[in-house]
Each structure stands twice: as structure tokens, then as C-alpha cells.
């Protein structure tokens, strides 16, 4: 993760292509899934399924690409597994690859919030930071919240990224520091909002047979689920909650047969602090605006009885926007094998991902298990 400035957008996703059949032993690919958000605005370049198949030697095999604004590379991945379900494609790659660093200033931030509503939103000035700051407004407002409160969420990213060499932020952040930082969109400021970079991660999706032909621990997507909810944030009966990540997780949990409390790892979305606290709350860890009080008590972290974020997250890692899913999904599928290096959790065995688009309007839940 970090600012390429140097590596194009096709080498991004060559890179993590190499790592990922690498990994898996194999060439013996029928599809490739591409996930990105922001290609043709940023990188004016589109048609990315030939594009990355081509440039990473899969030239032959049927490729798309897939866009859910920063959901895309969680929908790839669904695409990918629904295809191989079918029977149609026997062996699938899925990448998601963001290079957001080919524009900068109001150019990218205009990019940026092409997520949200175009008529009613962005038209008037709104951007993603401006929504989650309503959004943190209202929380802070309903629940008797301070800014203070939410800096757990962050605090636990930062620790987790310190393990991480591929993080982009590996500095420690102190809680006190927090509230103090400059402000993005009141109230949310610099130490609440993920860093926008650039990153590509890969994944190879296959039968269960054919799968332990090529890992020794194979990690096997046991549900998946997406849901949608109101597109603009006034056009939601309740901003402050997130329907769609609820109705994906039951619908991804019912798929696994499993209950959200034999849930051991979690990979959320926290793009904004206040997201991390609504989506505990939306997944069923808490109560009604008591998401912030899991972090403030120490409870997301890597020895926490809900270790989240555990590569850094969106907050410390980075966050690639439209290759985020992928690399929840990676991140998550490293800990189940047993090879997140430092930021291992120990004994961890069924994991949950959830990569959001716009405010919410998209959420992509994957259950994880060996």
C-alpha cells in the first residue's frame, strides 16, 4: 500500500496476479475478475479485463471487469465464486487494483465521490468525508457521544499496522492525540479518515478438490452475501443504520450455518471511524450506539475477544478503494492458514469480511473458514 507514483495501474495488478499463482501453483486459469473503482477517471483507462489479462499472461481467458464503487473488489470476488459454483469456470482469478495517486487535488476527490449520489449529493458539494461527518454528527448527537470516544478504532489500526510491512501507516497513534488532529469534515478529522492510496491484491478461487491439490490449507468461502440499502443517505428511514450490512451478514451467516458469535476474526469497513461503529452495530456485537464502546474497551483488538482490523485496516494499511475486499479477503485468509507473520491471531479459524460502497448503500459479506 502506499503512493506509486512509478508503477502503472497494470503493473499494480501484475504484481499481486504473480504473488497469488504463485501461491496457488497453478496457470490453469478460465476467468479473470477484475475489481476497480476508479480506472476511468483517474487512469482514463476502462476495458480492464483484457487490459490485465493480457499484460499478466492470461491472454485467451474470458475476463470483466467489475465496479460497486469501494465495494468492487468484494463483488468481483462473489462473481468469481458464483461463477465456479455454477460449473461454467473451473478455476477463477479475482484482483482488485486501485491507482488513485494518477490524479490528486479536487480532480481525485471529485473521483473520489463518484460513490454517492451524483444529482442530490455531489452536485452540491458532498464527498464522502462530508457524509460521514452528518453521519458522526447524528451519532454524537443521539447517543451523547464525544470525538474522544471514537479514537479507539484508529489506536487499534495503528498498533495492528506496526506488524504490517506492507502498511502504509506503521506509526503508533496515541488516544489522547486523537481528537487533536487537523479537521477533514467536522467532525471528522485527518486521525478518523482512511488514507486513499494505491495496492492490488489477488486471490485464486477453485473447487474444494481442486483446491487441495494447490494449498496444504485451503480456505474455503463457507457464505456470501450482498444487500443494498437507500442509495442516498437522506433517502434511508434511519442514517444511522446500516440495513444493508445487516442483511448481508444474516444472509451470509445463514449460508455458512454459523452464528455471528462463533465469528473469531473480523475485516470490516472502517473507512471512518464512525463506520466502525455502526457496522458492529449493524453485524450484532452491540447495542445501539454502543459500536464505539468495543474499541474504547480494548475489545477489537489482536488479543480482544473481536480482533478487528488486524492488518491495519482501511485506517493504517491503506485504503486501495476499489481492491479494499481483496484485501480484507487476503488479510483474512492468511490468518486462518496460520501465516499473518506478526499480526497473526493465534487458533483462528472462521473469519468474516465486509467491504462497504458509498455510505452503505453496498455491503459485501464474506464468511471465511478451514
Not at 471487469?65 to 459454483?85: D, F, N, W
Not at 454524537?140 to 501507516?169: C, D, I, K, R, T
Amino acid at each position: 500500500m502506499g503512493e506509486h507514483w512509478d508503477v502503472s495501474l497494470r503493473h499494480l495488478a501484475w504484481q499481486a496476479i504473480e504473488a497469488a499463482l504463485d501461491d496457488a501453483k497453478t496457470t490453469d486459469i478460465d476467468a479473470l475478475y477484475v475489481g476497480n473503482m476508479l480506472a476511468g477517471r483517474l487512469s482514463h483507462q476502462d476495458h480492464l479485463g483484457a487490459l490485465i489479462a493480457d499484460y499478466s499472461g492470461l491472454r485467451g481467458a474470458e475476463a470483466v471487469a467489475v465496479e460497486a464503487g469501494e465495494a468492487s473488489g468484494a463483488i468481483a470476488l462473489r462473481q468469481a465464486l458464483l461463477a465456479v459454483k455454477s460449473g461454467e469456470i473451473k478455476t477463477a482469478l479475482v484482483v482488485g487494483v486501485e491507482k488513485a495517486t494518477d490524479q490528486t487535488g479536487s480532480e481525485a476527490l471529485s473521483a473520489q465521490s463518484t460513490s454517492l449520489d451524483a444529482d442530490y449529493e455531489t452536485m452540491h458539494g458532498v464527498t464522502p468525508a462530508a457524509v460521514a461527518g452528518l453521519m458522526m454528527q447524528r451519532y454524537m448527537h443521539e447517543h451523547q457521544v464525544e470525538l474522544e470516544n471514537f479514537a479507539g478504532f484508529s489506536v487499534n489500526a495503528h498498533a495492528n499496522a506496526g506488524a504490517n510491512p506492507l502498511a502504509m501507516y506503521r506509526n503508533r497513534l496515541k488516544a489522547e492525540r486523537f481528537a487533536a488532529a487537523p479537521v477533514v469534515s467536522a467532525p471528522v478529522n485527518l486521525f478518523d479518515a482512511a488514507p486513499v492510496a494505491d495496492g492490488a491484491a489477488a486471490v485464486v478461487i477453485t473447487s474444494h478438490e481442486r483446491a487441495l491439490a494447490m494449498a496444504p490449507k485451503p480456505v474455503r468461502i463457507a457464505g456470501s452475501a450482498v444487500a443494498t440499502d437507500g442509495f442516498a443517505l437522506h433517502d434511508r428511514q434511519d442514517i444511522l443504520w446500516l440495513s444493508a450490512v445487516t442483511k448481508s451478514t444474516q444472509a451470509a451467516l445463514k449460508r455458512a450455518n454459523l452464528a455471528i458469535e462463533d465469528i473469531q476474526l473480523f475485516e470490516l469497513h472502517d473507512s471512518y471511524t464512525v463506520m466502525s461503529a455502526l457496522a458492529l452495530e449493524a453485524i450484532g456485537l452491540a447495542e445501539r450506539g454502543q459500536g464505539w464502546q468495543l474499541a474504547a474497551e480494548g475489545k477489537i483488538g489482536r488479543d480482544g475477544p473481536y480482533p478487528m482490523s488486524t492488518f491495519g485496516g482501511l485506517k493504517a494499511r491503506g485504503n486501495p478503494l476499489g481492491a479494499t475486499g481483496l484485501y480484507q479477503v487476503v488479510e483474512a485468509s492468511l490468518q486462518l492458514r496460520g501465516e499473518a507473520g506478526d499480526c497473526q491471531i493465534p487458533d483462528v479459524k472462521i473469519g468474516l469480511t465486509q467491504n462497504l460502497g458509498g455510505s452503505g448503500a453496498t455491503a459485501v459479506t464474506h464468511i471465511l473458514r478451514v
